[in-house]
């Protein structure tokens, strides 16, 4: 029996397990990625996954970190990779420095220190870009992008061995293209993404949004956090083809947080908006 029962949804070929309560926990994985936003306590299923994209220190998003790594290690597993804040490396090799100790057994890790505009490869096409988000000291969130090769428009006529042969004469026939798969904004408050264009035309959007009722703003600000209302504004502005909402508040029943996202979003956004959380999901 895993230790968590975490929500699946399913886009494509992509799957998307993960749970997410603000406060409390949030943890979100692509498997066929390779990638876990955040990591919660450290849910069985996310384990094997290679790469932890660590948004921030706070406890419901890093509480498990360490016990992914030794877990890691107990499995038999290489040493886990997570990227973090840079401003977290040091908090983060002390306890596991710490946990090495108190367990008696070295816990190997491979913690990468991040910053706005930095770069991680992920697979062998794959990559990670990290921006800044508004939530704590050094908070960011991640963009998981493929890169492919498109064919010169020049070239789009020829056949397979007229290409071959340009090849050979070592002419460069593609231009590189970047694909954003899937972006995390991890906790954040409102901030004008519709500037980032791999932001915008990420297929998926993984975004906070955790209070939804109007007395909340304040504690939206207080907490910076997004509120219902200007997660409406910003995704208004995205291309985004499919949008999951995470970190939901539990100050607000699921069956209204489903009621005022249908009031605040406008039916062709609201049609691509799925709530982690929401109860079809957790099965
Ligand atoms: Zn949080
Ligand atoms: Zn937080």
């Known amino acids: 029996m895993p230790s968590h029962n975490l ?7 992509l799957d998307v397990i993960g749970y997410s309560v603000a406060g409390e926990e949030t943890v979100i994985a692509l498997p066929q990625l390779d990638v876990c ?9 996310i384990i094997s996954i290679n790469h932890v994209l660590l948004t921030h220190g706070h406890m419901d998003h890093a ?23 840079a401003n977290c490396i040091k ?3 002390e306890i596991v420095d710490a946990w090495g100790r108190l367990d008696g057994n070295r816990i190997p890790a491979n913690l990468v220190g991040v910053k706005p505009g930095d770069e991680h490869p992920i697979k062998p096409n794959l990559f990670a870009r990290v921006f800044p988000t508004k939530h704590s000291a050094g908070s960011v969130g991640f963009t998981v992008i493929e890169r492919r090769k498109k064919l010169k428009a020049e070239y789009a006529g020829l056949n397979g061995p007229q290409l071959v042969e340009l090849k050979k004469q070592g002419i460069q026939i593609d231009n590189p293209l970047e694909v954003p798969i899937v972006t995390y904004f991890g906790d954040t408050q409102y901030v004008d993404f519709a500037q980032l264009d791999y932001v915008v035309k990420s297929k998926i959007l993984i975004a906070e949004c955790t209070f939804y009722e109007d007395e909340h703003t304040g504690r939206a600000n207080a907490g910076r956090h997004m509120h219902v209302d200007e997660f409406a504004s910003l995704v208004e502005r995205l291309e985004n083809e499919r949008i999951i909402i995470a970190h939901t508040t539990q100050r ?10 249908k009031k605040a979003l406008p039916s062709d956004i609201h049609d691509k908006v799925m709530i982690l959380m929401d109860r079809k999901y957790r099965k």
């Open 7 to 13: 929500s699946r949804i399913q886009i494509d070929d």
């Open 37 to 45: 936003f955040d990591v919660g306590k450290a849910p069985d299923q």
């Open 63 to 85: 509480a498990g970190f360490a016990y992914y790594l030794s877990q890691r290690k107990f499995c038999g597993l290489p040493a886990g990779t997570i990227l973090a804040p």
């Open 91 to 93: 908090p983060m090799e």
């Open 252 to 261: 607000t029943p699921m069956h209204e947080v489903r009621k005022m996202l």
